[in-house]
């Protein structure tokens, strides 16, 4: 995974990334630090980070306290939205503290750009788009989860 890339290596990575998703998914501690350093190891390439998202989201519950700690610390706005999106498909069963790591992340993009008018525009049906503020690229299908989340937590309180 944390390989520098090579050309069309992208699906070998992806397979390498789910087959450790599903190792951490059966206990594998090796495995779920393997995926956990390359989403936020401070090395990783941009390839490594996402290939390790889906294989953090394979790893299901194995993974939501390591992906709730490093977004909860992360200032990298890869690392957040590789983690929120990571995070949205490996908690499987909704919790108030997960809803509150995936709530602070978004404040913290917002404070990284002008994202808030956008999201609030892209929740309320738009198509999916990327857009790219002063060179810090947003992907909002990446943060799908995230308010799908920020909405559950407005539940339950």
């Known amino acids: 995974l ?3 890339p090579t050309t069309a290596d992208e699906a070998r990575r992806v397979g390498a990334s789910y087959a450790l998703g599903r190792f951490a998914q ?3 501690k090796p495995a779920l630090s393997a995926l956990i ?4 190891s401070p090395t990783s390439s941009e390839a490594a980070r996402r290939v390790a998202a889906p294989g953090l ?11 709730c700690e490093i977004l909860t ?9 590789y983690g929120a999106d990571a995070l949205g498909e490996a908690c499987r069963i909704p919790s108030v503290g997960v809803a509150d790591v995936l709530i602070s992340t978004i404040d913290k993009l917002e404070q990284m750009s002008a994202v ?10 738009a198509e999916r788009r990327q857009w790219d503020f002063a060179g810090t690229h947003i992907d909002c299908h990446s943060i799908r989860h995230a308010v799908c989340f920020e909405t559950l937590a407005q539940l339950f309180t």
Do not use: E, F, H, K
């Not at 350093?37 to 936020?40: G, N, R």
């Not at 992360?74 to 939205?81: E, H, S």
């Open 26 to 28: 059966c206990g594998s």
């Open 2 to 4: 944390i390989a520098p």
């Open 57 to 67: 989201q394979a790893a299901g519950t194995a993974a939501v306290d390591g992906l």
């Open 116 to 125: 808030s008018s956008r999201l609030s525009a892209w929740a309320d049906g």
């Open 73 to 81: 610390t992360a200032t990298d706005y890869r690392v957040l939205m």
């Open 37 to 40: 350093d390359a989403l936020s």
